[in-house]
């Protein structure tokens, strides 16, 4: 079993920044690759980041490269969503997720573990 806690939103305008931490506990926390993940209101939970067990390999929705950037510590057992350039579009509760398997991934179905979320919410 995998606990995941989330940190670090809040509210920021648009252009600002944060930058998100979700805290595993519970087993081997570098046997899998994590992700993030953001759900607005009204909308369905999309895949915003993913990366690997070893932090070599990562991957993001189109909607966030070049703006956020994924990292992880496994000495840690933390996972960090570092967020630039914010816009209002952005403002949805982050959730970090546990996958399966040992390679990222944007599938939802793929991730057996998952955090509380956090709240962001960009101000235009």
């Known amino acids: 079993q995998v606990q995941l806690v989330e940190s670090g939103g809040g509210l920021v305008q648009a252009g600002g920044s944060l930058r998100l931490s979700c805290a595993a506990s519970g087993r081997t926390f570098d046997s899998n690759a994590m992700g993030w993940f953001r759900q607005a209101p009204g909308k369905e939970r999309e895949f915003v980041a993913t990366?690997?067990?070893?932090?070599?390999?990562?991957n993001y929705a189109g909607s966030v490269k070049g703006r956020f950037t994924i990292s992880r510590d496994n000495a840690r057992n933390t996972v960090y969503l570092q967020m630039n350039s914010l816009k209002p579009e952005d403002t949805a509760v982050y959730y970090c997720a546990g996958a399966r398997g040992m390679w990222g991934t944007t599938l939802r179905s793929e991730y057996d573990y998952w955090g509380q979320g956090t709240q962001v919410t960009v101000s235009s």
């Open positions: 990366i690997s067990r070893s932090g070599g390999a990562t």
